[in-house]
């Protein structure tokens, strides 16, 4: 003890030259020293602090949280100054934070990491969109836990498979009776007869009395058959079928939890969801409050409803990694024939956005070619150019009803066919859902005043470039060689909105 003591007195009077700053930060944090940390920081310039943060081991100081709040608030403010990116894994520290108002009654926690919220959202401001992302899905799933209560049945209110067994019961008796009757009306030697005898011809030769008993046998069957009682089964299906997809969506957020804090299994699932929920609102309105959303008098300015807007697409493309992603992989990984196929699980996934993007394009532009042929209006001129962003901007407002089923069957018939050895994708009903889910939000992302676009640069191995790349958190961090990518980048006239995921490493 008295030894670590010795060492934070020197580090204090060490010089403050870059080549020291992380040794210095590390002896200082590991004595819980976090303020005289933050001083050491804050004496060097914003790019001494950018050349040495990459080295930060930024988990330990998020553990420090709350301690350690100005020793974060010093590295990410320096680094905003200084205009760079190193790389470094920043959301640890915000799901730290989530962690900590998931199970901390602290009524002074806001106040000692509001600064440290606003700098993040400054640092990075997908964490905003990340957050709200997050908290809707264990919304969500909180809900679905609430499912599985008792089901209506024809003697008031039962358990789901008492009900579904009552139903089946009910169904066998009747195909018991119907093959019962079947057999009394002779028509279960139907099989034996000669197709000639169903032949069109021999049809429109029936007399009066043989179309009158064939309308009798038919109607004796149907009677049997078709029961009110009997079309309870598909609405219990759905009910079944609705509560394993909640049961699934709550497995996944646990195991997603689960990275945050391991003991998690031991506590009641809706208990662990709701308190991540409410971290990750309190979270939420740390950042809000550093925002300043309307104008002085209180209506939002257009470009304010444009950025907002623009937001929210932007938003909505990044829950597809956060969301759609995770899920679709699991589906995959669940799969025999891609048990070991890691690599290609990534690049099917990844392959779906690209080809939505495209499929959704070449479906706008062959919409807008069928309206000036069906008027007569060349698309170059003036009017054309008007009637275009007119239809461009009705298919927009549409663009969360507009049937897609083609283009997505299109995007899953492309994947398919290319790797036509891996049959199990024709039937994965998971991949079906991304693949719609995907091709739902890039006919949004098309379809605006100007388009969204991917960035298709996907050239390997290229030095990492903070702008358009971030980092996943499995990759090499002592290499700054793009090896591949995870996830492409999302780009508004030639600005990068949405950073593509990339995995670096040696060559």
């Known amino acids: 003890m008295r030894d670590s003591g010795d060492r934070i007195r020197r580090e204090r009077t060490s010089p403050t030259s870059p ?32 050349a040495v943060a990459a080295d930060l081991p930024l988990d330990f100081l998020a553990e420090g949280l709350p301690h350690s709040a100005q020793l974060l608030e010093t590295l990410f403010n320096k680094l905003i100054t200084s205009g760079q990116r190193p790389n470094m894994n920043a959301e640890q520290v915000v799901w730290q934070l989530v962690k900590l108002f998931a199970s901390h009654e602290d009524p002074t926690l806001k106040t000692k990491v509001a600064r440290l919220t606003r700098i993040l959202v400054d640092y990075q401001p997908d964490f905003h969109r990340m957050l709200s992302t997050r908290k809707k899905a264990l919304e969500h799933a909180i809900q679905g836990l609430g499912c599985h209560g008792l089901t209506p049945d024809a003697s008031g209110l039962t358990h ?47 007399h009066h009395s043989d179309v009158q008993q064939r309308l009798i046998d038919n109607k004796t069957l149907l009677t049997i058959l078709d029961k009110p009682d009997l079309k309870q089964l598909r609405p219990l299906l759905d009910t079944l079928s609705t509560r394993v997809q909640n049961d699934k969506e709550a497995l996944f957020c646990v195991s997603q939890l689960k990275r945050l804090q391991p003991t998690c299994e031991e506590k009641p699932v809706a208990a662990l969801l709701m308190s991540f929920a409410r971290g990750c609102g309190a979270l939420l309105e740390l950042m809000q409050a550093s925002e300043s959303p309307c104008s002085s008098d209180g209506y939002h300015s257009e470009p304010e409803q ?20 995770p899920r679709a992989l699991e589906a995959l990984d669940s799969l025999p024939e891609l048990a070991h196929a890691t690599q290609l ?19 706008r532009d062959a919409k807008l070619k069928e309206t000036f042929r069906n008027l007569h209006l060349d698309g170059r001129t003036t009017v054309g150019q008007t009637l275009r962003d ?54 949004l992302l098309v379809n605006q005043l100007p388009a969204y676009e991917l960035d298709t640069d996907f050239q390997t191995p290229i030095r990492l470039k903070p702008e358009k790349h971030q980092r996943h958190h499995s990759a090499d961090r002592t290499s700054d060689m793009v090896k591949s990518y995870l996830w492409p980048a999302l780009v508004l006239q030639n600005v990068c909105v949405y950073k593509a995921v990339v995995v670096t490493g040696g060559t």
């Open 390 to 443: 007119d239809v461009i901007r009705c298919l927009a407002a549409a663009a969360d009803t507009y049937p897609l089923g083609e283009a997505e069957h299109q995007v899953k018939a492309l994947v398919c066919d290319t790797l036509k050895e891996y049959k199990c994708l024709e039937g994965c009903a998971t991949l079906r859902r991304y693949i719609g889910d995907v091709t739902r939000v890039a006919w």
């Open 160 to 206: 789901l498979h008492v009900a579904i067994k009552a139903e089946l019961h009910r169904h066998i008796d009747a195909y018991k009776n119907a093959l019962h009757r079947l057999d009394e009306l002779g028509l279960a030697a139907a099989s034996s007869k000669k197709p000639v005898d169903a032949s069109h011809q021999r049809l429109l030769s029936l």
């Open 19 to 50: 080549r020291m700053v992380l040794r210095r930060v590390l002896v200082l944090s590991e004595g819980r020293q976090f303020r005289e940390a933050a001083a050491v920081l804050q004496k060097l310039n914003c790019n001494s602090v950018a």
């Open 345 to 363: 699980k990534s690049k099917i996934l990844f392959s779906v956005v690209v080809l939505a993007f495209r499929t959704c394009r070449n479906l």
């Open 306 to 325: 444009d950025n907002d807007r623009g937001k929210d697409l932007v938003g909505r493309y990044a829950s597809l990694y956060y969301q759609n992603r």
